[in-house]
């Protein structure tokens, strides 16, 4: 391991939860020790997830294979600087890049912190004329939303990196988050128009994923792209390469045929589903015979799969599926230089890591529309 520039000794902020039944506090704790194959960051910025609200409950905990262990942490989205980099990282990282990081849910690993471990080949640089707050939107929405797409059906094998506890692989097998829509990863050379002329159907565009998935639909040359969200982002969305953009509060029945009217006949092969919608079964009805429901959320309801439809829940995190990820990343630079892969729109909340709880609970009772909530764990004030 390099000599490092950061005293591991010394402490730093962190947002916990210090019990079952505590609330989220500000905790000091020591700065982690990078590894060999890591980096160390120091997180400018972080962004919050539904993930982050759902690690309160035991069954999500249970998911991730870390039920009964406090203090819990999290904070899966993050860009910083990097501070220090092991002996064996390979990507060509240097002191001072500017990068963003998709982290996992043990302490070291998490955003909502001022300094945290990143596998040294699982960070992108970011390009100068992107803001550290736009920069943490991207990992785990676009993460998501490229897997969803290209992991295989049947389902991937796992291939977790060090980052994560042997106890989820027991954990996650009753869950079947493995699998998706079998389409060209969009980072692969010959990915781009990989698609040309397939329509595709994106529940919940104004979503980070939903956002993501557009941009990623467009690249591969999806069409016609259409999909549902409040009708105050459709020129946006368009922007991002929606052709079609349905209101979402019209009824189910009325979506299915504006979406039929809009198909004019061409079959229906793909929906992803990136709000976990509730009424799932409606919208596998949508599919034209053999295609593919993906679901960005988990599906647990028994769904009716007639004439070769399939449906998969997704789990969009490059710590699960190190071979895609790595190749995801080692291209992902190019992308974003070239504004293919664009963040999403941000609201920077106040008080750093003491705003995050507010917004988590803005999250989980869907207050938040088309942006994402983002933090700088530096702002936190001097006495949590």
């Known amino acids: 391991m390099t000599k490092s520039k950061v005293d591991t000794k010394e402490m730093q902020n962190a947002l916990a939860i210090p019990s079952a039944d505590g609330p989220y506090t500000v905790i000091s704790i020591p700065i982690p020790p990078v ?41 899966t989205d993050g860009a910083g600087i990097v501070v220090e980099i092991g002996s064996e990282v390979e990507s060509g990282l240097e002191r001072g890049d500017r990068i963003a990081f998709q982290g996992w849910f043990r302490q070291e690993w998490t955003s909502f912190q001022q300094y945290a471990v990143v596998h040294g080949n699982l960070a992108v640089k970011i390009p100068s004329a992107m803001s550290f707050l736009e920069a943490c939107t991207i990992p785990l929405a676009l993460c998501t939303a490229a897997f969803g797409l290209s992991l295989q059906n049947p389902p991937n094998e796992l291939q977790l990196t060090h980052a994560v506890p042997e106890t989820f692989l027991m ?40 956002q993501f998935t557009i941009q990623i639909a467009k690249y591969l040359g999806h069409s016609p792209i259409i999909t549902t969200s409040s009708l105050k982002h459709a020129d946006y969305l368009k922007g991002l390469g929606a052709t079609h953009v349905i209101n979402r509060h019209d009824s189910e029945e009325a979506i299915f045929s504006e979406i039929k009217n809009i198909l004019n006949g061409t079959e229906l092969l793909l929906v992803y589903d990136t709000v976990d919608s509730p009424h799932k079964q409606l919208h596998v009805d949508y599919l034209s015979p053999n295609g593919i429901f993906v679901n960005a959320m988990g599906i647990e309801e028994t769904l009716e799969l007639k004439d070769g439809r399939k449906a998969i829940a997704t789990f969009g995190s490059v710590h699960l599926f190190k071979s ?26 106040s008080g750093g890591l003491e705003g995050i709880p507010d917004g988590l609970k803005r999250l989980e009772e869907n207050k938040v529309s088309g942006l994402k909530l983002v933090v700088n764990p530096w702002e936190t004030p001097m006495d949590s």
Do not use: C
């Open 35 to 75: 590894g060999p194959k890591d980096i160390l960051v120091k997180v400018v910025a972080a962004g919050l997830n539904p993930a982050e609200w759902k690690i309160r409950h035991v069954k999500f905990l249970s998911l991730l294979g870390i039920a009964g262990h406090y203090p819990q942490f999290s904070g």
């Open 171 to 210: 954990a996650s097998d009753a869950y079947g988050l493995r699998g998706g829509a079998g389409r060209k990863g969009f980072w692969e050379d010959d990915a781009e128009n990989s698609a040309a002329g397939e329509p595709i159907v994106i529940l919940g565009g104004s979503s980070s994923i939903g």
């Open 324 to 349: 895609l990820g790595l190749e995801m990343y080692k291209n992902l630079d190019k992308f974003l230089e070239q504004g293919i892969i664009k963040p999403t729109r941000i609201e920077k909340l």
